[in-house]
């Protein structure tokens, strides 16, 4: 059973940089697609970005070239660094990884962590 | 970016009562492979979501048959036959044909 687990700081000062990684086990990393959602606190989804082990990188344009997506194969893990951060990033990140089927749904899930932007 | 609008935002089900919850594209969801790529998913409480619905109408290994989707190109629905109380949480559909990927509102689902 592949498991994500979320990490990094759980509260980053406004203008700093937010950073987290996702540790993937049960599973590799290699040939899927990973991806960062997160959701503010009492509101819904929203997708931010998604890597796969081939390179390919694509953003959520809302994040203004604000957020980097990674990923180390050796380490099985993939990370988000959020740049220049104000308090409308305050949300619960979970990543997910895409399952390799049709439309690449998110069929695993890390529980979340919740990051705090504030002085 | 597609946007997504789920109706309606909260229902009240009592228990064996089916429920049905619609979803509505901005555009076409139809994909070069004939499926719809829209998903459908479940945050409950407290969890993260968990993956109910894939391209319209596959169900995900291990969800209930009395899980449903169906629907194409801007209308799609997502149907329990019988609510359980177990079912209780808030339901999104999300775009999965361009990026970025978009989710609905979300609606609430409580037993009555």
């Known amino acids: 059973q592949v498991q994500l687990q979320e990490s990094g700081p759980r509260l980053v000062k406004p203008s700093e940089t937010l950073s987290l990684t996702c540790t993937v086990s049960?599973?590799?990393?290699?040939?899927?697609?990973w991806s960062w959602v997160r959701q503010p606190p009492g509101k819904g989804l929203e997708w931010v970005a998604h890597v796969h082990s081939n390179g390919d990188t694509t953003y959520n344009p809302s994040l203004k070239s604000r957020a980097t997506i990674s990923l180390d194969t050796s380490e099985n893990r993939f990370s988000l660094t959020l740049r220049s951060v104000t308090a409308t990033d305050t949300a619960v990140y979970f990543c997910?990884?895409?399952?390799?089927?049709?439309?690449?749904?998110?069929?695993?899930w890390g529980q979340g962590m919740l990051v705090t932007v504030s002085s | 970016d597609i946007v997504m609008t789920q109706s309606p935002l909260s229902l009240s089900v009592t228990p064996g009562e089916p429920a049905s919850i619609s979803c509505r594209s901005s555009?076409?969801?139809?994909?070069?492979?004939?499926?719809?790529?829209v998903d459908w998913y479940l945050q409950k409480a407290g969890q993260s979501p968990q993956l109910l619905i894939y391209?319209?109408?596959n169900r995900a290994s291990g969800v209930p048959d009395r899980f449903s989707g169906s629907g194409s190109g801007t209308d799609f629905t997502l149907k329990i036959s019988r609510v359980e109380a177990e079912d209780v949480g808030v339901y999104y559909c999300?775009?999965?044909?361009?990026?970025?990927?978009?989710f609905g509102q979300g609606t609430n689902v409580e037993i009555k």
């Open positions: 999300m775009q999965a044909l361009q990026d970025p990927r978009t």
């Open positions: 555009q076409s969801l139809q994909h070069s492979s004939g499926y719809n790529f």
């Open positions: 049960g599973g590799s990393v290699t040939n899927y697609y």
């Open positions: 391209s319209g109408f």
């Open positions: 997910a990884r895409h399952w390799g089927l049709l439309s690449h749904p998110f069929d695993f």
